[in-house]
């Protein structure tokens, strides 16, 4: 009896949990800087491991990750950054200048190392996005992902 009881407990527990549940759907940007996130981390990590360039191993997968994604969605753009010893390392894959920390202007595929910040701070067309490293002595990925104009 006691095993009933528990049973139709725990069936109203998750009934009532799922239908809590919204769905939202998610778009193709959200989708791409998910995978990006995913994959890039595991670039890192083999990099880490392989003793090998994080910014080489990093800028070699965003060139084959945006020529897929510009083949199925047009026009994408990105700027990777990472944290590793006390350094975040920015890298511009938009077709057009961005700012980073209001003063270090950072063309198309260029690369600028900074010293480490808890906040940082892009500028792409007018627009402020800011990315938030928690953990200075760990790896960390962040990507702003953009639909761009053709050049």
């Not at 139709?8 to 949990?17: N, P, R």
């Not at 402020?128 to 992902?145: D, G, R």
């Amino acid at each position: 009896m006691f095993g009933a009881i528990l049973f139709i407990t725990s069936v109203f527990v998750i009934y009532t949990s799922r239908s809590g549940l919204v769905l939202k759907e998610i778009g193709a940007f959200e989708n791409y800087r998910d995978n990006y996130l995913y994959e890039g981390l595991n670039v890192l990590n083999n990099a880490i491991y392989e003793k090998s360039n994080l910014s080489d191993a990093m800028r070699n997968y965003t060139f084959s990750f945006l020529e897929f994604a510009q083949s199925n969605n047009g026009n994408i753009g990105l700027v990777f950054l990472f944290s590793r010893e006390n350094r975040i390392y920015v890298n511009n894959f938009i077709n057009e200048p961005i700012i980073v920390q209001e003063i270090n202007t950072i063309n198309y595929l260029e690369e600028k190392v900074i010293d480490y910040e808890d906040t940082i701070s892009l500028n792409y067309h007018n627009e402020t996005y800011s990315y938030i490293f928690t953990m200075p002595e760990k790896t960390e990925l962040k990507v702003l992902l953009v639909e761009t104009n053709k050049n």
